[in-house]
């Protein structure tokens, strides 16, 4: 909080380059319209640069062909990459250990670190292994022989069920529930569904983030799995056996199907759907709004319910208002046309 | 709930008009098929007076144009908002503050009214202000700073995260999650996804109403705010620095994306979802499962994905069905007119 | 755990037919690929036989004309179903009460079987009545003048609210919230809306299972009502007076809304949104994505939104991503004919 840093730290920090004094002192950050004198804020957009003359920001973050202003600049290639390098480094704090507080139930045969967080009226199962510097938050609860890695934060209220493993540096946000049980049913003659067993666990691996009142739901057998570095947006549905790669982006609401598998820096954006038992490629995206049915190739971009390319469904929307003209048009030259004859 | 009152009494509670009997006694409200004697019921449709003759009811709020039955019957015109207003007063209830439950833990430096009811293991984080005649459900968690108004009401297991501020008269039913970090990150050319810290908070205004298991995130600068009188249905997502204006409807499942502004009375159909850094006017109508990708004028109505005017989309699905017919006259006159050259 | 069983009994269990050693036993079950000697496996799909041949399963269960190889398998006529009995016979395990944990708070006048186990800082409003063998999981949030059922499963962090009533060998996983208050307001000539109390409650019968972070709302008056058998996936929304027949099927994030009414054995798609007061007929099918807006009849398959016969809707998705020729195509064709006049 009380970090200090000259301009000519931060541009260095960022790689990029100056235009102003490098002695100006920083100690914070803010957006253009809140910044303070001390603060450094950020341009993301050279269309918007006469901001920067109503801005009370000692410093600004701003593209490479920005004009001048009466103001500091650090000029990089991308501001919004550099100012959340920036911000991260006002924030970064050393962790403080809490303990574990005298209102959270702790089971039997427990591996805590002693640099831990552990909110009120948390519960923790039997065999839970915690590693250091982890954030439990208040109303928390993980359930039997669940593994979590080194400072990963769970925040107040969320659900981890058993057997679950959640790497290092993961954050999950309030309200959501890690491994739920599967949704696998076999319906027999007279109509009636006999639950199928899910004893498989969800795996996190490192650098995940997951949203708010999101359902990570367990597999049948094996694993669901979130591998490292992607983030999921609130109220994300992710079936049994799924299999997201790394760095990929899900988009709030979205729903991935049983057994479906997607590749490394795939985006589903908001809302989507994707079917059971296909494959979405590597850096593929999916519009929001969209439903997937079949496979999608990596590197390609899809939308429309069901999906196909994004590029087709642009110039098909496009003509879809036009329909009730278009049909009436075609029962004229029908009319026509037969008339000819 | 031992609540007494004569129709004349309710008569001019909704400024209506009685036919029958003003002494009647009524204590308690139903519907049609479910009233008994000393009850009061409605009849929100004209089609369905036939129903009269079979209500127990000792008497009924019914449109202006109702026929005439042998029940005595309060003309209003709008029977569906006159009785709510007769509901609500038989279950106004002088709020009994049952105190904080020895369970719950309380943080430091807390400025509670001794007027609340502060149910079993909830948890309140150090700095909270919490107003009086306020109810916090069961497994509440209401994180450090937070300030919470008068008469609001947190059901069973919300979570309100640090610094967000809940006004007065708002109610926040069970599973809601508050102030969760915006979905906000920069991506380096590696394809790592750097978090962009959420340091704003989410302001929740008077007489706000959020469903269950909604996702309202907080702003990564400023705030992310809901303004007095809207109403939230469950499974809802609000992202980052949106505004919800006054007296707004966000119907179930419904996602907000980042930074749009939502003017005044505007309504949003279930499961419909909404672009980031957009505007929707005043009084302005969403279908429900559209998707809005662009301003919406004041006071108008939108339909589908993308969404256009709802007046057009009704014909353009008028169409849809018929398309493969369509398509089928075309090529045949495609190949007509080609005979015919 | 220590189940043995051999292959003659477990073919006998599923009324199969045994090809190879009945002697064998079996004390496990998995799926093909992580199975283990001693354990059983199964094919649902005779085009994947191929993959028997690396199986270490001690034996399979596969369909009636799957091709022979050098692995006991039992012939069953649906080889999904026979494999769900006899997972869910090695998963069978008598119940062990564990009681009401010490940071449980149970309110007054409960009647809770001894043949509990209620998980630490669950919370028992007054009033209730719990059944035996029932699991209460930590956290949960049950309010006053609820009644539970035998052999149910609350897992960790469900809500139950005031006055449900929930049945005999239901699970409900966590996050879930039942009984939350129904979206009903009436709006005054100011826009100002009024709520309308939510007085009724949720009905839940026995065999129902419902998914992680769900919202079931309570009726305005009389109940909201999911009937016996019906399986709800995570993050569905059932809002206030619907009612939900027997032996139906809600995929994730399907919002069904007020007063609807679904027949037995209704599928609904994943993310399908069914609009309020109408009606789906016994065994009908609404696709996933779709938006139901029109009662539908028994036994027919609807897709799209709005929803129309799922055939149909095939055939006009397959022209859809031809629009633009289309038009243009008539467009061509009104030049020539016009031309030609």
């Not at 529930?177 to 009636?192: L, M, P």
Request: aromatic share 4%; with cysteine; charged share 20%.
């Amino acid at each position: 909080m009380a970090e200090q840093k000259t301009l000519a730290d931060l541009t260095a920090m960022v790689d990029g380059t100056l235009e102003g004094d490098p002695t100006v002192i920083v100690c914070g950050v803010n957006d253009l319209s809140n910044a303070e004198q001390g603060e450094i804020s950020f341009l993301a957009n050279i269309k918007q640069a006469e901001t920067l003359q109503q801005t009370k920001a000692s410093a600004v973050v701003a593209p490479i062909k920005c004009p001048s202003f009466d103001i500091p600049m650090i000029r990089v290639r991308d501001p919004y990459l550099a100012f959340a390098i920036i911000h991260n480094f006002f924030l970064a704090d050393s962790f403080k250990a809490k303990g574990i507080h005298k209102s959270a139930v702790v089971g039997d045969d427990c591996h805590i670190s002693e640099e831990v967080t552990i909110g009120a009226n948390a519960v923790i199962g039997d065999r839970v292994a915690i590693g250091c510097e982890v954030t439990i938050g208040p109303g928390v609860v993980i359930e039997d022989d669940v593994t979590i890695g080194n400072s990963t934060c769970l925040h107040a209220n969320v659900t981890i069920a058993k057997e679950c493993r959640i790497g290092n540096k993961v954050i999950i946000h309030s309200g959501t529930v890690v491994g739920s049980d599967g949704y696998g049913f076999a319906t027999d003659q007279k109509g009636k569904h006999i639950k199928r067993p899910q004893v498989g666990i969800v795996q996190i691996d490192d650098d995940v983030e997951i949203g708010a009142n999101c359902a990570i739901d367990r597999a049948t057998f094996g694993k669901t799995w979130i591998k490292q570095g992607t983030k999921i947006d609130n109220l994300v549905q992710v079936a049994h056996n799924v299999e997201v790669g790394q760095g990929s982006l899900l988009v709030a609401q979205v729903g991935i199907s049983g057994s479906t598998v997607l590749g490394n820096g795939v985006v589903v954006g908001g809302q989507s759907g994707v079917a059971g038992h296909i494959k979405i490629g590597d850096r593929a995206m999916v519009a929001g709004m969209s439903g997937v049915h079949n496979n999608v190739d990596p590197g390609t971009v899809v939308a429309g319910i069901p999906a196909f390319p994004h590029r087709k469904w642009l110039r098909a929307c496009a003509v879809i208002p036009k329909l009730p003209e278009i049909a009436k048009e075609v029962r004229a030259l029908m009319k026509k046309v037969n008339e000819n004859e």
